[in-house]
């Protein structure tokens, strides 16, 4: 009994100081330049910014995302965070699981409204009118899944793969 607590306190302790905020910086790759930001940087504008909601970019850093060529590699590493953090809830169909189905997301939004919306939903959530239609289907908040700008950008590029880029 006593090895048990032992155990149950040790794996306690590991969870607590294993998810620790880091403060790396990330960069975004693109065909062109790449940007680094830190995590705090990646924070998008609050609802106070409504009045400068872009229903075409959203809210958030994300203005200029090139996606002029699709990289295979930036794909495979967006189907592994994916794996991980996204398809408990979104299939890359356009079955509905939790949240809708990826099939044709990059062709309803842009890069920057993606990206801006996966990296930071909250803000977004809060004033556009389609993800809060969306939120009453799915009745669960898309919650915040802490994507430095490089996990977006790949999770982006695999969305794009699986709307048929090559």
Known sequence: MKSLKTVA???LAFTLFSCGG?????????????TTTTAAESAAPTTADAATYDPNRGLGKHENVDVSKFDPAMAAAGKKIAEVKCTSCHKP???????????????????????????????????????QKQLELCLVRMPNQGLTDTDAREVLEYMRQIDGAK
């Open 22 to 34: 880091d403060k790396n910086t990330d960069t975004i790759p693109t065909a062109s330049t790449e």
């Open 93 to 131: 169909t356009d079955e509905r699981l939790v949240g809708p189905g990826w099939l044709g997301v990059t062709k309803r939004q842009t890069p920057e409204w993606i990206m801006n919306f996966i990296s930071n939903p909250d803000p977004m959530i809060d004033v556009d009118p389609e993800l």
């Open 9 to 11: 306190i040790a794996a």
